[in-house]
T-cell receptor, first 116, second 116 residues
Framework: GAGVSQSPRYKVAKRGQDVALRCDPI?????LFWYQQALGQGPEFLTY????????KSGLPSDRFFAERPEGSVSTLKIQRTQQEDSAVYLC??????????????FGPGTRLTVL | AQKVTQAQTEISVVEKEDVTLDCVYE???????LFWYKQPPSGELVFLIR??????QNEISGRYSWNFQKSTSSFNFTITASQVVDSAVYFC?????????????FGSGTRLQVQP
């Protein structure tokens, strides 16, 4: 069966450009998470969706970051006016249930964003 | 606030050696879950184990074993008879049930290199 997929796998942007990162979760998974992983660090939480509802966006670092999941499946993370400090790997994860304290999160391969 | 500490940044062993990866966590919640994930060079996080805060039994799965001690807030991971394929970055993570926060809090990871 298909796992979590993300596209593009690599993205190079010039400072100031807008980027959009896509996540296709496992079919039927209710919960979807976005994490940011800086080089040599562990993933850090950005935002969480339960179906189409964005229930937690406390980890988004600034108002330049925006995420959506309009139909409760595919999600897009958008970064406006990219800055060099946005360079990182962006990981998407999905889990079957709504209470992810218990449920295992399945991770995608990530999108490596480099801002020049 | 929740926190996960992996003090070992990098460990290098020779194949067939046993190795233990340390994880110390902080939480005010009484109900929480602890996880270990493996991140091979391909970048995709692979789930290894989940434990809840009420189950302190050690667990063994093949060459892998986990030692959970609430008294010291530790959840250590041991690989017996290490193999080259075990080379990866390993992350310990925490999820709290009581706060309702569904995201995982990761440690900074331990890079394990197994030399042939």
């Amino acid at each position: 069966g298909a796992g979590v997929s993300q596209s593009p796998r690599y993205k190079v942007a010039k400072r100031g450009q807008d980027v959009a990162l896509r996540c296709d979760p496992i079919s039927g998974h209710v919960s979807l998470f976005w994490y940011q992983q800086a080089l040599g660090q562990g993933p850090e939480f950005l935002t969480y969706f339960q179906n189409e509802a964005q229930l937690d966006k406390s980890g988004l670092p600034s108002d330049r970051f925006f995420a959506e999941r309009p139909e409760g499946s595919v999600s897009t993370l958008k970064i406006q006016r990219t800055q060099q400090e946005d360079s990182a790997v962006y990981l998407c994860a999905s889990s079957l249930g709504a209470t992810s304290a218990y449920n295992e999160q399945f991770f995608g391969p990530g999108t490596r964003l480099t801002v020049l | 606030a929740q926190k996960v500490t992996q003090a070992q940044t990098e460990i290098s062993v020779v194949e067939k050696e046993d190795v233990t990866l340390d994880c110390v966590y902080e939480t005010r919640d009484t109900t929480y879950y602890l996880f270990w994930y493996k991140q091979p060079p391909s970048g995709e996080l692979v789930f290894l184990i989940r434990r809840n805060s009420f189950d302190e039994q050690n667990e063994i799965s093949g060459r892998y074993s986990w030692n959970f001690q609430k008294s010291t807030s530790s959840f250590n991971f041991t690989i017996t008879a290490s193999q080259v394929v075990d080379s990866a970055v390993y992350f310990c993570a925490l999820s709290e049930l009581g706060t309702g926060r569904r995201a995982l809090t990761f440690g900074s990871g331990t890079r394990l290199q197994v030399q042939p």
